[in-house]
């Protein structure tokens, strides 16, 4: 199923919000060889801020780009597995990803399922990966489970996308403690850049005791109404603060993007010439031309 796309507009930017001249990422030269993937976590401790949509949509756009990647779904609400049209939570928990994080002889790669986007995979996940917050704390190397299941997979992705639950339990750990990089979705409210200084410290800590090699590769602003002042107001005190920190492309509302989750595709596909899927596909360049990304 395909959307007809309304008229364009510019797509939003923080260069041009500040009156810049926005940069131009050239597409990424075609990989000959895959494998050595980079992980990434896609995380904020609030929810309802765009880190699924961001999962799904980056994933299919660095899938234009010829890029081979897999997404992992760690949040129990299956969020990401519905919007690439699978109810998980009708999968018998041996095909979900609850099963490859706590089952060491595991074979993951039966695992995974194939999307509508060739080239784009993923692990579908169920409310049965909710049991597990419990047991990893409990287990000794607890925090390594997911790491341990996606090592085999890096030789063949060229990125592996995480999509974390809104909360910093063991679950959450398991993501960043697996990750190479974090990209924080962060809506435009006066409150997520409070929320963002006490995720920016459980990040360090994370760094400090888990995983050295860690780094917040960008903040996303998502969500962003270029008609709101208060929207504005607040990116351009998250610019002031972290200004090597934000993604230069932005992610404004859109209509498309519900309608995506209903039809269990991404936006790059469902409504090709949108904004909101330009949007993504810029966004996968900038993650490729930051490093983020091979």
């Known amino acids: 199923m395909s959307a007809k796309s309304t008229i364009r507009e510019e ?3 923080t260069s041009t919000l500040l009156g810049k001249t926005a940069k131009s990422f050239a597409v990424p030269a075609t990989i000959s060889e895959h494998g050595n993937a980079k992980v990434v976590a896609i995380f904020n401790q609030k929810g309802g801020v765009g880190k699924t949509t ?9 899938a ?9 779904d760690f949040d129990p609400q299956g969020g990401l597995s519905l919007g690439l049209g699978v109810n998980a939570h009708s999968l018998p928990l041996e095909q979900t990803v609850y099963y490859a994080l706590m089952t060491p002889t595991a074979s993951v790669e039966t695992i995974i399922l194939k999307s509508s986007v060739p080239g784009l995979d993923f692990l579908p996940a169920n409310r049965d990966l909710g049991t ?15 790491k341990r299941a996606l090592t085999s997979l890096r030789d063949y992705y060229d990125v592996i996308l995480i999509d974390c639950q809104p909360t910093m339990g063991q679950l959450t750990i398991n993501a960043l403690v697996a990750a190479d990089e974090v990209i924080v979705p962060l809506q435009c ?14 990040l360090d800590k994370v760094k400090n005791f888990l995983n050295p090699n860690l780094r917040l590769i960008g903040i996303l602003a998502t969500m962003y109404d270029k008609k709101t002042s208060h929207n504005r107001q607040v990116l351009e005190r998250i610019l002031e603060q972290f200004p090597d920190d934000v993604f230069e ?35 996968a360049r900038e993650l490729v031309a ?5």
Request: charged residues 20%; positive net charge; glycine residues 12%.
């Open 11 to 13: 797509i939003s930017t």
């Open 54 to 62: 961001t999962t799904i949509n980056l994933g299919a756009s660095l």
């Open 64 to 72: 234009e780009l010829g890029r081979r990647v897999l997404l992992v």
């Open 132 to 146: 597990a917050e419990t047991t990893l704390g409990a287990e000794i190397g607890g925090q390594q489970y997911l």
């Open 189 to 202: 409210e006066y409150f997520a850049l409070h929320g963002f200084i006490e995720l920016k410290g459980n």
């Open 249 to 283: 492309t932005i992610i404004a509302k859109t209509i498309r993007f519900p309608e995506t989750t209903v039809v269990g595709e991404p936006i790059t596909t469902y409504a090709s010439s949108s904004d909101g899927a330009a949007s993504y596909r810029r966004l």
């Open 290 to 294: 930051r490093g983020g990304a091979r």
